[in-house]
Each structure stands twice: as C-alpha cells, then as structure tokens.
C-alpha cells in the first residue's frame, strides 16, 4: 500500500504528514536550513527516515510562488529556492539515498492553493462546490476551487485578489488617507500592502499614530478606541471592496479566512457584514468565515490535491487493473 507524504515548507519551520488509516498525521517539524544543500540534504533524510518508498507520492505546499515554467520557488524567507528546481532536486537527493527513483513526480503547490484546497475538501468550504479561500496573514493571499479543483488560469495567476492597483491616489489632508503603499509585485496601491497584518499596522501609522501591533489596533477598535475605530473602519472598508468584486467575478459561495488575523472573529464578522452589503447577491448564510484546517492548512490541501490525482488515476485505469475498494471521502482516508 503507498502512503501520501506531505511536507508545508514555511520560512521558520518545515512540517511532515504522513497518510494513514484515519487520513493524514502530522508527523515532524523540523526548523528551515538557510541553504540549499543543507535544505535537501535535511528533507530526503527526514523522509528516509518516516519510511517513504519509491512508490509513495510526495506533496509540498510552500510559502511562495511557483514559477510553471522552470520549477523555482520565489519564497522571501528562502531566497535560494529562487535559482532551482525544487521538485527534481529533490526528487534526485531522495532516489540517491533511496536507491531507487520516486515512481511519480513531487507535487509543488503554493501555500494559499493549498489552503484553498484544505478548506473545500475538509473545512469551511466542504459543502459548497465554489470556495474562495483568502489569507490574511503578513500579508493577502486568495484562490479558488471550483467542483474540488484549483482554478489555475494563466500561469498560475488566479485569485490573485491582493494584487493590481486598487487604492486610488488620495489628498494626504483628507479624512481616512490610505496612501498607496508600494507592493512587491512591482504595482502601488495593491490591497496586499493594507489587508495583512503589517498594512493594517501601515494605514493606521500613516493617519500619525505611535506605530502598533495589528493586535492592539483590533482590541483598541473593539473597545471604543477613536483612533483605532477610524483606521479598523477604512480597513474594513477597503477589504470588503476587493472582496465583493472578487466574490461578483467568481461567484463564490463561502470565503474560509486563514492567516493570523483570521483570529479576530469579530474583524471577520464587520468583514462579512459589508461584503454581503457590497454584492450583487447576498448569501443567506455567513460568507466570509474562519477557516477549519488552521496551521495545518498547507499539509492537508497538498494531501487533497494528491488523494484527487490518485483517484483520477485510478479511474483512468482499465477496468481489470483496478484495485479493489479504494476510499477517498471527506474523511481523508484512502487506499492505494
Ligand atoms: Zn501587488
């Protein structure tokens, strides 16, 4: 029986799932190597060691983005995945210390795809077959699945929300000013340089405030904070603008919220509010919600893109060569 191995590679931490009768167990957490050789050398061993075989499929769900053309990973916190081929690199450090080669290619997921695909198979999103799942982290991420699948379009780009310039140019002496921070997607005035932790934090030092915590904004907002309330509210404001358009252009059903600001359930509830206010057509139940898989969103979305892929191939097989009472349910068991 093959297991699925799954590995969410952040920054600071490296964590590993393993498959097994009752779905995916976390099994390691390792700290992230500062180079690529000490990076590989650390991976092949630590899934040497939880037993993976050269019929096994691995998954990574990382913290970046993917180029679809030669395999890097651009990845701010691990800038030297930016000149590599991740997948076949490892691949090739794996089947050294193996012996042999992985019967089937790594998989390589973005960590927002994978968030997405966690929370349509086994969180918020289940019951509903059109999910846009968004980030608020650092920073903003977002993407959609659509009937269980990742909607890719070009090159990888969709449900980008955070990105474009969506703030317009305001007088600086104006009431609520947002400035148009400048993005690293090259653009200005993207909701990605206010609807993360660190924008909220921006928005609320740029209207002269002492420079504070995105925690401390949110209580300060919650209890009755004028300076607090005034920058929650543009924020909020703003947020919710992006959102119903993004949500008028995919008509999404539900929109499963990760990332540390997801914790402020009341944030997310004055978030929702203006949303259902904003789009063309209300949801008669709540639409932007805290997601179910929490940190372990990335493990358990690049196990659900791998449990597809292998019942795909499954059915694909010839009647006679298929194996007998193979599983895949939202419980996250499956044989193979
Ligand atoms: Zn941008």
Redesign the pocket.
């Known amino acids: 029986m093959c297991k699925i191995f799954c590995l969410d590679i952040g920054g600071s931490f490296i964590k590993l799932g393993v498959s097994g009768a009752d779905g995916l167990a976390e099994t390691a957490s390792i700290s992230s190597p500062s180079d690529y050789d000490t990076f590989l050398d650390r991976l092949a061993t630590l899934l040497l060691s939880e037993g993976i075989g050269p019929q096994d499929r691995l998954g990574i769900s990382i913290a970046g983005s993917i180029d679809a053309e030669n395999g890097s990973v651009h990845a701010a916190q691990l800038p030297f995945l930016a000149s590599v081929n991740l997948a076949a690199d490892l691949e090739a450090a794996i089947g050294t210390r193996m012996g042999a080669a992985l019967k089937e290619s790594i998989r390589v997921e973005n960590d927002a795809d994978c968030f997405a695909l966690a929370e349509a198979t086994f969180g918020a999103g289940r019951s509903y077959e059109n999910v846009f799942a968004i980030i608020l982290g650092t920073g903003v991420g977002g993407a959609q699945v659509y009937r269980g699948d990742l909607v890719r379009g070009f090159g990888g780009s969709a449900g980008e929300w ?3 310039p969506f703030i317009q140019k305001q007088d600086p002496s104006a009431p609520g000013f947002v400035p148009q921070f400048a ?5 200005k005035g ?1 909701i ?2 206010v609807g993360g932790a660190r924008g909220l934090e921006a928005m609320h030092a740029a209207s002269g405030n002492p420079l504070s915590e995105s925690k401390t904004i949110i209580d300060g907002w919650a209890g009755g904070d004028a300076a607090c309330t005034a920058t929650v509210s543009s924020y909020v404001s703003l947020l919710s603008d992006a959102l119903a358009i993004t949500l008028n252009i995919t008509g999404a059903q539900i929109v499963p919220v990760g990332g540390g600001l997801s914790n402020a359930l009341i944030l997310l509830s004055a978030i929702d509010s203006e949303v259902q206010r904003k789009v063309l057509l209300p949801r008669p139940t709540p639409l932007v919600v805290k997601g179910q898989t929490g940190h372990n969103g990335g493990l358990w979305g690049i196990y659900a893109q791998l449990m597809k892929e292998m019942s795909a191939i499954e059915r694909n097989q010839p009647r006679g060569l298929r194996r007998q009472s193979p599983v895949a349910s939202n419980s996250g068991r499956r044989r193979c």
């Open positions: 955070g990105h474009g993005c690293a997607c090259g653009q993207c990605n340089t």
